[in-house]
């Protein structure tokens, strides 16, 4: 029904920038709030951001000060922006947009991922 296509991964020195991107598409539905994830190797999934289609924002405590988060709800995109990145914020990132049904339906989408590489 949606799909998510992330962007804007790679390979980064530490102390520099990333800006990561997902756009959803396909069926017409009601997005809610959208965000990223991270998995590193071995890791279970953690939140890194989330931000709500008001524009309320939430951050991981690790990332807080370092990452901002934005979307633009006419192009159903959600923005990921990384600044003084460190090698322990390598990982799989991963997008996901809260689809709302109805008031008590909702559906999450993911995307496939983005690999960051942070070298020291």
């Known amino acids: 029904q949606v799909q998510l296509v992330e962007s804007g991964g790679g390979l980064v020195q530490a102390g520099g920038s990333l800006r990561l991107s997902c756009a959803a598409s396909?069926?017409?539905?009601?997005?809610?709030?959208m965000g990223w994830y991270r998995q590193g190797p071995g890791e279970q999934r953690d939140m890194v951001a989330v931000i709500s289609k008001g524009g309320t924002a939430t951050y991981a405590e690790s990332v807080k000060g370092r990452f901002t988060i934005s979307r633009d709800n006419a192009k159903n995109t959600v923005y990921l922006q990384m600044n003084s990145l460190k090698p322990e914020d390598t990982a799989v990132y991963v997008c996901?947009?809260?689809?709302?049904?109805?008031?008590?339906?909702?559906?999450?989408?993911w995307g496939q991922g983005t690999q960051v590489t942070v070298s020291s």
């Open positions: 996901r947009a809260r689809g709302v049904i109805t008031t008590v339906e909702i559906r999450d989408y």
């Open positions: 396909g069926s017409i539905v009601s997005i809610g709030s």
